[in-house]
């Protein structure tokens, strides 16, 4: 499947877990602002996909990541993200969300597995309850877009 096609609005993402959930495939949800891709974010990619057999990752918006990051942020557009994202063989599909965090993507998913990096406590875990299953990933140590735009500009 060519990445732009793995890209869909919510009405799409859908039909395609339906979809997906019919034919008995076993659904992941991840999520994050995915700004500069790097090892971490590969990592995280990959241990979702393993998880289940179809990776469905929530990318925050522009706008999203703005109010999170702040106003230098993000530094690639998020049609730009989304393409990088999708282009990757563990994501199956890729959909924007513009609120803070992605309760009503997770909502609408309903996934059978959300991952969620090890930084947060069980109990922070944004959409926990619409999972039957949550899985904590150990995050890559120095690996994040914040060190690599320091890096950068040192």
């Known amino acids: ?16 877990v339906d979809t997906a959930r019919a034919e008995g495939k076993k659904i992941v949800f991840t999520n994050g602002c995915f700004d500069i891709l790097h090892a971490g974010h590969v990592s995280v990619l990959e241990f979702s996909r ?9 990318m925050n918006s522009d706008a999203s990541v703005r109010r999170l990051k702040g106003p230098t942020r ?3 557009t998020q049609a730009d993200r989304a393409l990088v994202l999708a ?11 513009n609120e803070d965090t992605p309760y009503r993507l997770i909502r ?4 059978d597995v959300l991952v969620k990096g090890g930084d947060y406590k069980p109990e922070e875990i944004v959409g926990r309850e619409f999972a039957k299953k949550v899985v904590r990933f150990a995050l890559l140590k120095g690996r994040s877009t914040t ?5 950068v500009n040192r």
């Open 108 to 111: 609408q998913v309903r996934p």
């Open 1 to 16: 499947m060519k990445a732009k096609n793995k890209i869909m609005g919510p009405r799409a993402l859908k039909r395609f």
């Open 50 to 58: 393993r998880q289940g057999d179809v990776l469905v990752v929530g």
């Open 87 to 97: 282009a990757l063989e563990s994501v199956s599909a890729v959909c924007i969300f």
């Open 147 to 151: 060190n690599i735009i320091k890096k």
């Open 74 to 76: 993000p530094v690639n």
